[in-house]
């Protein structure tokens, strides 16, 4: 038997990415996956990896994460991915990247976990995990000011659903990785590069701040959330795991 057999997962913002790694970890661990991301085009690989439930879906639109929400099986886990880096300090946050931060990282778990928690209960619980970071309330990192605002509140949000639901047999728990190599890293490496002097300079700054001397990679996240999800955590809930290649010591 496979470690996840008989299960049912449900994973945001698997198009790419962490994401992506841990759908596909699901399924291979012998879950039924249902798989979402926002972008459309990103669902081909997933479908072409043999997750057969994908959808398009935006989880900052209310309606929409709803009438999604309403025709899937209800999970024994979710995993809610989706997140956005925001690059700057508070003097680089104005309203609408504050609001929109918040909405996609924190409010959007808001909306997974509200719709689905009652009949998660109902069916007798399950394992709840939340993409936060060590950026967050863990380790302070230059510029991420409203990003380690939103994943600070993650942990506030996974911790508290745990307390909440404990005797419900909901299982709560948060992933807050260090660097971990994705598309999307790719784009902050860039960034960094225009202000440090070129796209090697930046890389190696994000290298030498992992004490280990390598980024993660999102396969490493992905073994950590099988655990989560499976019944081998099951004396695990409102926890934050730290999984950074050594950042925060
Ligand atoms: P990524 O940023 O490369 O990809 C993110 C995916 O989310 C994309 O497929 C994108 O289409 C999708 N997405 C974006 N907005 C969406 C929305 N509104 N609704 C649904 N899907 C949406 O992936 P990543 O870097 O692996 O990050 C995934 C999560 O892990 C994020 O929450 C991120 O904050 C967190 N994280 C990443 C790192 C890292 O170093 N990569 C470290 C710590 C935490």
New binding site residues.
Partial sequence: TKRLDGKVALC??A?????RKVAEAFLQAGAKVYA????AA?LDGLKAFGIVDTAA????DSDAVAAYLKRVDTPDILFN?????HHGTVLDCDEDAWDFSFD??VK?MHRTISALLPRMVEAGGGSIIN?????SSIKAAPNRYVYMAT?AAVIGLTRSVAIDFIKSGIRSNAIC????E????EGRIEELGKSVGGTEKAKTMFIERQPMGRLGT?EEIAHLAVYLASDESRFTTGTTQVIDGGWSL
């Fill in positions: 945001t913002a198009g790419q990415g962490i994401g979402s991301d926002r972008d990103k879906l935006d989880v900052t991915c989706a997140g956005f880096v996609l990282n959007a993409m936060a970071s060590a950026a994943k990785p260090g660097t971990i994705s598309p999307s890293l999102p």
